[in-house]
């Protein structure tokens, strides 16, 4: 099963497009840096059942991972640094990143790492731009 690095802010967004069900019900596994999950909002509950079923699996931030963050920061200053570091661990674990904003994919498409949109997780009929199913890049 192909794992899934994410953000808080790409799990928020699928959950107000309606669709955080659905991703996790796609054949991924998916992991969140768990200096995130400390900072989850109380709002945020079917969040937080679903990292209680290890349906999102917490990740420590490895050495490596830190350092890598620091220089995608620089590269791409208009990133997150959760962004920053979702995608450094894509990198050095070989994974997919969730994306949820067009600055966010540029960013991982100039890293050349693939992605799941959260957009694309959306019926055909509520896209804006028609696009049919979830797609990897």
């Given at each position: 099963?192909?794992k899934?690095?994410?953000?808080l802010?790409a799990?928020?967004?699928?959950?107000?497009?309606?669709?955080?069900?659905?991703?996790?019900?796609?054949?991924y596994s998916?992991t969140?840096?768990?200096?995130?999950?400390?900072?989850?909002?109380?709002?945020?509950?079917?969040?937080?059942?679903?990292?209680?079923?290890?349906?999102?699996?917490?990740?420590?931030?490895?050495?490596?991972?830190?350092?890598?963050?620091?220089?995608?920061?620089?590269?791409?200053?208009?990133?997150?640094?959760?962004?920053?570091?979702?995608?450094?661990?894509?990198?050095q674990?070989?994974?997919?990143?969730?994306?949820?904003?067009?600055?966010?994919?540029?960013?991982?498409?100039?890293?050349?790492?693939?992605?799941?949109?959260?957009?694309?997780?959306?019926?055909?009929?509520?896209?804006?731009?028609?696009?049919?199913?979830?797609?990897?890049?």
């Amino acid at each position: 099963m192909k794992k899934v690095s994410s953000t808080l802010s790409a799990w928020q967004g699928a959950h107000l497009l309606g669709v955080q069900a659905k991703a996790l019900n796609l054949p991924y596994s998916y992991t969140i840096c768990e200096d995130v999950i400390n900072d989850l909002p109380s709002e945020a509950e079917s969040l937080i059942d679903a990292f209680q079923a290890k349906r999102i699996e917490r990740v420590r931030l490895q050495t490596e991972e830190f350092y890598l963050a620091g220089e995608l920061l620089s590269r791409h200053p208009q990133i997150t640094k959760e962004e920053g570091v979702a995608l450094s661990i894509a990198i050095q674990r070989d994974m997919l990143v969730l994306v949820d904003n067009g600055v966010f994919r540029k960013a991982v498409l100039a890293e050349g790492v693939s992605s799941l949109n959260v957009q694309d997780l959306l019926e055909p009929e509520s896209r804006k731009h028609g696009r049919d199913g979830p797609q990897t890049t």
